[in-house]
């Protein structure tokens, strides 16, 4: 397989609204970032995902755009991010930005024209429908992601447009040429400015035939990437990652394999939607399944061949990591460095989203007031409108709820947690008193340094980026055990999942390179609660 720079680098997803506020309104901004560049520098990342901070009415915290080329105020400037991009590139590490490409903000130019009359060039930019003899929308006519109908009536017309988000995310035609070429153009401006690539929003929607009633993974797909390849990202390096949560092992290698020119690796989701009820989704989430998780890693990291995937446990749609995949209580510490070994020794670019670095954890708002989240506020007044109980509702909301991963960052004792002078525009977690990064900055045997170990560690040992993976003991229900082989050189990985002492026996011997319960001498014997070891089988 051929090599490539980001496979054994890491990347650090920051959401800016809660990253680091510098002007003191409570908001996470651009200088903010550039004032934390040292401590990423230090953490050794290459690569920053950036959320979006483009020019928005903020209706779904920025993923609905109003102008790709221009910065939310609330943001900073374009000065800001120019300067963000040049003092990024002084410590080695390159930006990626977050592009929505399915859908805009409705106070987007192009979606202004498009509902102003029939007869406007832009009306075809965007998706519309005439109602039907009772001024119905069409026949398919799904629930959208953030609830009630995909379709919405506009007086202007009298017809319907389509959004598969909020109203105020009309979804783009990308059927039509001229919305092709506006977002290559885009694109290439971006590209031009001197970021490194993009994360790809929800792509697997965009080449959708509403018509035959497909939407994700659509007919269109994987001709609109390739295009896209050879108009932008090709020509000029770009790295991509696409949000594909419809992904199986079968379709990430028509979208990643370097032959088939379209994205360099997405994030599939399986492991999340393993958590998801089959009826209400992450409202009513199932715990988590160990035995279910090793069959999907086994399947993913043997079947991906030359393709390229992410290798992530949390982001900013999702619950905390150690909430959700570890132990929050007395085994945080143990098991969020579990989790990071683990997502470190897999086939795939690891993604650390933040706070994971210091084992954040989801956050119990005492009332839906406190909830800042168009998602989350949206499902709760349609399930109190359908009689659910309060309780029940909100017990998903803190299991699974965006807001758990929006909470602002954590970087001190201190007043608002050292992330802003003013009152933040979401809570804190409570527990910033106690889990911050001036804390494990002081403390040698940190969750930041076993982070900051990994992340040096991929840069040296091909093994664990390119070895062969085996599954061990697929059927036990605390052991996580996996071994990675690369011409003469192998690692074994064993990690108690449990908060119960596990068994294991090996035949054979191994060196500790990392571990989170001091240094093991014997690869058999008993593992503590979360214990986890990466073991060097040397030659
Ligand atoms: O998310 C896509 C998406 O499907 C998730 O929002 C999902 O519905 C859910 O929240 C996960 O449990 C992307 C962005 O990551 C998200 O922040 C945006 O809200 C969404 O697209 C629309 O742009
Ligand atoms: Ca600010």
Redesign the pocket.
């Known amino acids: 397989m051929s090599q490539q720079w980001w496979h054994s680098a890491t990347v650090y997803q920051i959401y800016p609204r809660s990253f680091q506020d510098s002007n003191g309104d409570g908001m996470g901004d651009i200088p903010g970032i550039i004032s934390r560049l040292d401590y990423l520098c230090k953490l050794g990342i290459s690569i920053i995902w950036l959320?979006p901070v483009y020019a928005s009415p903020m209706a779904?915290?920025g993923?609905?755009i109003s102008d790709y080329c221009a910065i939310a105020p609330e943001f900073g400037s374009m000065e800001d991010m120019q300067a963000l991009i040049k003092a990024a590139k002084a410590r080695g590490i390159h930006i990626i930005m977050?592009l929505?490409l399915?859908?805009t903000s409705d106070q987007h130019e192009w979606f202004q024209q498009s509902r102003s009359s029939k007869q406007n060039p832009y009306r075809d930019f965007y998706i519309w429908r005439q109602p039907d003899e009772q001024g119905q929308p069409p026949q398919f006519n799904p629930t959208s992601?953030?609830g009630g109908s995909m379709w919405t009536l506009d007086e202007q017309t009298g017809e319907y447009y389509f959004h598969?988000?909020a109203s105020a995310?009309p979804d783009l035609n990308w059927r039509h040429p001229d919305v092709q070429q506006a977002m290559h153009k885009i694109i290439n401006w971006w590209l031009q400015q001197g970021i490194a690539g993009f994360r790809l929003?929800?792509v697997d929607l965009i080449g959708k035939d509403i018509d035959a009633g497909i939407l994700a993974n659509g007919p269109h797909l994987h001709k609109l990437l390739q295009n896209m390849n050879q108009q932008c990202f090709a020509p000029q390096q770009a790295i991509t990652v696409g949000?594909v949560?419809s992904a199986t092992p079968e379709t990430a290698k028509l979208m990643t394999r370097p032959e088939r020119g379209e994205l360099s690796m997405l994030f599939q989701?399986e492991h999340?939607l393993q958590l998801?009820h089959p009826e209400h989704?992450?409202w009513r989430a199932r715990p988590f399944n160990l035995i279910a998780f090793k069959q999907q890693l086994e399947r993913w990291q043997q079947q991906i061949g030359n393709g390229w995937i992410a290798q992530f446990w949390g982001?900013?749609?999702?619950p905390r990591a150690v909430s959700t995949f570890g132990h929050e209580g007395d085994y945080r510490e143990p098991s969020a460095k579990a989790l990071a070994m683990i997502q470190f020794a897999l086939k795939g670019t690891p993604y650390i989203y933040q706070g994971e670095e210091i084992g954040m954890t989801n956050v119990q708002f005492e009332h839906i007031d406190d909830y800042r989240d168009?998602?989350t506020l949206n499902h709760y007044h349609e399930k109190r409108s359908q009689g659910w109980a309060e309780e029940d509702i909100m017990t998903g909301i803190f299991r699974?709820g965006?807001d758990n991963a929006r909470t602002p960052m954590q970087w001190s004792a201190s007043a608002h947690a050292g992330f802003s002078k003013a009152e933040p525009w979401i809570g804190l977690n409570d527990n910033f008193q106690q889990i911050n990064v001036g804390q494990a900055l002081v403390e040698p045997d940190s969750i930041l340094y076993c982070y900051q170990q990994l992340i040096a560690l991929r840069k040296t040992w091909p093994v664990l980026v390119y070895g062969e993976f085996f599954m061990l003991l697929p059927d036990d229900p605390q052991l996580l055990v996996f071994k990675r082989h690369l011409a003469e050189e192998a690692a074994l990985v064993v990690v108690n999942l449990s908060a119960e002492p596990a068994a294991f026996s090996y035949n054979g011997h191994g060196e500790q390179v990392v571990g989170n319960y001091g240094n093991r001498q014997q690869i058999s014997g008993h593992y503590q609660p979360y214990e986890a070891v990466i073991f060097d089988l040397g030659d």
């Open positions: 959320c779904d915290n993923y609905d977050d929505v399915n859908h992601y953030f598969q988000f995310q929003d929800v949000e949560w989701f999340i998801h989704g992450k982001n900013h749609d999702l168009i998602e699974h965006r």
